[in-house]
T-cell receptor, first 111, second 118 residues
């Protein structure tokens, strides 16, 4: 079935460090790809998305590129802040496909 | 995007009791989704609730344990029945929205209902 694999956390970084959270997906069909973020005590929020190969989603300094050749959608940010501390979920699907979530990666940014 | 209100936001429940979670959306939507997020884990889809028909349950979830109502296009409830400590989770209501013509449908979530079963 459809699945999403993302790197296990927790990831601990110092403020202003570079962030990469890896995500790969099963290539069945032509899924849309998403990153959702869950701040402490809150529900999930859409962070960014990409709908087709080579699309780049971006928001709040975060970026991810839909790589069909490597079936990847890695999340990156050049300089993280303490306020970025949250759990990040990679997901695939949408439209006629059910959305499948990865297991989540907890990011902790220390001052 | 849609605004989703869930209540209760959290509750502590006794084993063997049942609790109903309410989900209110500020716009009419065709499908509403109920997810479970167990401690430290990802989201698992419980069921899809369509207005005017029975909910569609995912593998491993049954109507007797998680009855769902969908009386109109803006409201749904999920009941967790005969609770045990294994039911301690965050339960999330969600709707799917089209971002733009031809754009990806994305899920919008409520803030969740955190249940602790003693």
């Amino acid at each position: 079935g459809n699945s999403v694999t993302q790197m296990e956390g927790p990831v601990t970084l110092s403020e202003e460090a570079f962030l990469t959270i890896n995500c790969t997906y099963t290539a069945t069909g032509y899924p849309s790809l998403f990153w959702y973020v869950q701040y402490p005590g809150e529900g999930l929020q859409l962070l960014l998305k990409a709908t087709k190969a080579d699309d780049k989603g971006s928001n709040k300094g975060f970026e991810a590129t839909y790589r069909k050749e490597t079936t990847s959608f890695h999340l990156e940010k050049g300089s993280v802040q303490v306020s970025d501390s949250a759990v990040y979920f990679c997901a695939r699907g949408g439209g006629y496909q059910k959305v499948t979530f990865g297991t989540g990666t907890k990011l902790q940014v220390i001052p | 995007s849609a605004v989703i209100s869930q209540k209760p936001s959290r509750d502590i429940c006794q084993r063997g009791t049942s609790l109903t979670i309410q989900c209110q959306v500020d716009s009419q939507v065709t499908m509403m989704f109920w997810y479970r997020q167990q401690p430290g884990q990802s989201l698992t889809l419980i069921a899809t609730a369509n207005q005017g028909s029975e909910a569609t349950y995912e593998s491993g979830f049954v109507i007797d344990k998680f009855p769902i109502s969908r009386p109109n296009l803006t409201f749904s409830t999920l009941t967790v029945s005969n609770m045990s400590p294994e039911d301690s989770s965050i339960y999330l209501c969600s709707v799917e929205e089209s971002q733009s013509p031809g754009g990806a449908n994305v899920l919008t979530f409520g803030a969740g209902s955190r249940l602790t079963v003693l």
